[in-house]
């Protein structure tokens, strides 16, 4: 008799979590970007900024360094409070690739350059993208939040 297929989740503790944050002051403007890898129990901060940008280039950057710093393939859990970027991954992609990457209107998709590096630096891992509300709370959104501005206003100065 077959056996039941067994779930092949990992365990949360053999996950690696991912809180990302990013964004401009003015947007566009100079803008930062942070992270923060949690597995087990270790953590790794990552932020850096750009003089000029966007918040959702910003965004996009946090979410690649993140997950260019994985050594090897790993279970993620990304959390983010950019519905661009949760969207943009889990929803829209598919279609811009179907478009030869046009959005639906026809124009160059925004942000290509850092869509490709983010989907080959995905493609290596099993991620689950979880939005989270902004400014609502979140221990780490903040923290990912204070190293995006963090960095913001270091490069601004």
Request: hydrophobic letters at 40%; aromatic letters at 6%; proline letters at 6%.
């Amino acid at each position: 008799m077959a056996s039941e297929p067994k779930d092949r989740s990992p365990a949360p503790e053999d996950r690696v979590e991912i809180w990302t944050d990013g964004g401009c002051k003015p947007n566009p403007g100079p803008g930062g970007w942070g992270a923060i890898l949690r597995f087990r129990d270790h953590e790794r901060e990552l932020s850096g900024a750009d003089p000029a940008t966007t918040n959702n280039r910003m965004e996009l950057t946090a979410a690649l360094a993140a997950l260019e710093a994985l050594k090897r393939p790993c279970a993620v859990l990304l959390h983010t409070d950019s519905e661009y970027l949760r969207n943009g991954i889990t929803r829209w992609h598919a279609g811009w690739v179907r478009r030869n990457w046009r959005n639906a209107a026809g124009d160059p998709v925004a942000n290509m350059d850092l869509w490709h590096r983010i989907l080959a630096a995905a493609a290596a891992h099993e991620i689950e993208w979880r939005w989270v509300r902004g400014h609502a709370g979140d221990r780490m959104n903040e923290r990912a939040d204070a190293l995006a501005t963090a960095a913001r206003e270091r490069a601004g100065r």
